[in-house]
């Protein structure tokens, strides 16, 4: 079993859950102390997790900040326990937040975002995404529900015009890249209950192909890494999006 593991870091940029309506989700938990990470330091070749920001309605400049959503408490969670169970050397003092459009952006194998139902990138990023993707890039797309997942093709559609979004098989490698997993119906949405499926992107369409991107429908996996320290959530549960998590960066890493 997976220990849950608190983390502090230098603070240059905090971020607070209940500072603003958008950071870290919809959930409870309100007050929590802050959480400090170093963002955008200069890369060092180790692994550094990065969130995608983009502007949105109802987004930047609201209190609803839709790509900031479990951010950053998540990904400080998450980085602990990624170094403590596997050998990827793993900056958990620092972490990125990018624009699709950054130059920074092909420093990285592994790019994270959310709210994809909100997402409408600018030509600059989309032209960028490509790249990015077609270079060996793999995104990893999580928190969005329902009809979001219309949006989230249509956006994708101009970044890969003949890409299709296909579901991921329970076989597929991603899920057995660092952890056998199996336990599909234990990752449910955290408040929803909503039962997550899994869609993505391989090159040529080849569902034998290096998959590019892997998104979450109905599903919420960082909600689970933000609370890991906090007991809102049962152990088990958390520990399988902590399972997901290791699994798409070691196989983001590797293929």
Avoid: C
Avoid at 59 to 68: E, M, P, T
Avoid at 158 to 177: G, I, M, N
Avoid at 227 to 232: H, K, S, T, V
């Amino acid at each position: 079993m997976l220990m849950l593991l608190m983390m502090a870091a230098t603070p240059v940029l905090v971020a607070q859950r209940g500072f603003d309506g958008g950071f870290g989700g919809r959930g409870g938990g309100r007050g929590l102390p802050p959480v400090a990470l170093v963002t955008n330091a200069p890369y060092d070749g180790r692994f550094e997790f990065l969130r995608i920001r983009y502007s949105a309605a109802g987004g930047l400049g609201s209190r609803d900040i839709k790509w900031a959503h479990d951010w950053a408490r998540a990904e400080a969670n998450f980085t602990k326990i990624l170094q403590e169970v596997s050998s990827v050397g793993t900056r958990t003092k620092e972490s990125a937040v990018l624009g699709f459009d950054d130059p920074a952006l092909f420093e990285h194998t592994i790019a994270y975002i959310v709210e994809v139902g909100y997402w409408v990138p600018t030509e600059s990023e989309v032209t960028s995404l490509r790249h990015w993707l077609r270079r060996g890039g793999f995104l990893i797309v999580d928190d969005f529900q329902g009809r979001d997942i219309d949006n989230f093709e249509r956006q994708m559609q101009r970044v890969l015009p003949d890409a299709r979004l296909l579901p991921v098989p329970p076989t597929h490698p991603v899920f057995d890249a660092f952890y056998h997993f199996t336990d599909f119906a234990g990752v449910v949405h955290p408040y929803s209950g909503q039962q997550t499926s899994y869609w993505g992107i391989f090159e040529r369409n080849d569902p034998t192909g290096r998959l590019m991107v892997m998104a979450n429908h109905n599903g919420d996996i960082a909600e689970y890494w933000e609370f890991a320290d906090q007991g809102l959530f049962q152990i088990g549960p958390s520990n399988e999006a902590f399972k997901l998590g290791v699994n798409y960066i070691v196989y983001g890493l590797t293929r």
